[in-house]
């Protein structure tokens, strides 16, 4: 099992989202930006340094918003979604072809890779609930 860890970076009332290049596995679905833990990272160390290698920027991580265990067929895929704060810099795509601030509602307008529709459906249904 690939163990990813995930960041759910929020700006006012909008959270960040990235779609994948299209020379990758699931190319072109949006996702949550982060990566896969190296020998010896913890979740939180991971996303520090993929949220760097992939945005340019500097982030705290907070507690856990949720975790999903997903089969793709290739892989099956463990996924941390950590509550995340940028503490400096503008985010700059280096690895994706493109991101975007979205709001809850405006996520079912957007292809998610399946890993992540779990939590969407989440972030979706906490939004009615504040509405």
Not at 70 to 80: K, S
Not at 96 to 107: K, Q, V
Request: net charge negative; aromatic share 8%.
């Amino acid at each position: 099992m690939m163990e990813v860890a995930a960041a759910l970076i929020w700006q006012e009332n909008r959270f960040l989202i990235c779609r994948r290049p299209e020379n990758k596995a699931r190319a072109m679905l949006w996702e949550f930006v982060g990566g896969k833990l190296e020998a010896g990272e913890s979740g939180e160390e991971a996303l520090r340094r993929e949220i760097k290698e992939e945005l340019d920027i500097d982030i705290s991580v907070g507690d856990i918003f949720a975790e999903v265990i997903h089969e793709y067929p290739d892989i099956t895929v463990h996924l941390t979604l950590y509550n995340a704060e940028i503490i400096n810099g503008a985010p700059r795509m280096l690895e994706h072809s493109a991101m975007a601030w979205i709001t809850p509602g405006e996520a079912e307008d957007y292809g998610f890779c399946p890993a992540d529709d779990e939590i969407i459906a989440m972030l979706i249904g906490k939004e009615r609930l504040t509405d």
